[in-house]
């Protein structure tokens, strides 16, 4: 089945400077990438999403870009400010399959 | 406003008792699904359905049962076999299409064990 690794598990930038967090995947077949921002106490919320025909997408100052040969995808936060901070996931699937999340970025914008 | 309601927020659990999670949508999705959230861990599937009277299980579905008597409700059983119960469930539903649709997710219960 998928595997997805998510690194780092925890990153920490100044506010205003950007934020990478990258993850791999093991399924070639996998054509489906979403990216989840979950706050404390609540349930993930989808911030971003990136489907295997397209290399890159961007939405205001969160995009996701996508490596099928290196079977990878980053999420990159710019300007960061204060409420960017959660914990962040990855996930990966195909068709209307099953998703496979990574184990979480803990993000922290240091004012 | 449509949206994923899932209670109770909190619940405790007796050694040898089985609870119920609720999770009800008024976003008329056909699929629905049961996720596990442990500390320091991804999101793991339970079960998860994509029609009314049809489920299938995820990758850690021992010890849960589920049911989908209704379009709006998926409720989840976590029975006395489950040894481990304490942690953080999430429901989600979407779209049922060919491919991929995004997952919207209710706030979670936390369950514990007294």
């Known amino acids: 089945g998928e595997n997805v690794e998510q690194h780092p598990s925890t990153l920490s930038v100044q506010e205003g400077d950007s934020a990478v967090i990258k993850c791999t995947y093991s399924d070639s077949a996998s054509n489906y990438f979403p990216w989840y921002k979950q706050e404390l106490g609540k349930g993930p919320q989808l911030i971003i999403d990136?489907?295997?025909?397209?290399g890159e997408k961007k939405d205001q100052r969160i995009a996701v870009t996508l490596n099928k040969t290196a079977k990878h995808f980053s999420l990159h936060i710019t300007e960061t400010q204060p409420e960017d901070s959660a914990v962040y996931f990855c996930?990966?699937?195909?068709?209307?399959?099953?998703?496979?999340f990574g184990t979480g970025t803990r993000l922290t914008i240091i004012p | 406003d449509g949206g994923i309601t899932q209670s109770p927020k909190y619940l405790f659990r007796k050694e040898g008792q089985n609870v119920t999670l609720s999770c009800e949508q008024n976003l008329n999705h056909d699929a629905m699904y049961w996720y596990r959230q442990d500390p320091g861990q991804g999101l793991r599937l339970i079960y998860y359905?994509?029609?009314?009277?049809?489920?299938q299980k995820g990758d850690i579905a021992e010890g849960y049962s589920v049911s989908r008597e209704k379009k709006e409700s998926f409720p989840l059983t976590v029975t006395s076999a489950q040894k481990n119960p304490t942690a953080f469930y999430l429901c989600?539903?979407?779209?049922?299409?060919?491919?991929?649709?995004?997952?919207?997710f209710g706030d979670g219960t936390r369950l514990s064990i007294l």
């Open positions: 996930a990966a699937g195909f068709g209307n399959e099953k998703l496979t």
């Open positions: 990136i489907r295997s025909n397209v």
């Open positions: 989600a539903s979407s779209i049922r299409d060919r491919d991929n649709q995004p997952q919207h």
């Open positions: 359905s994509q029609i009314v009277n049809d489920f």
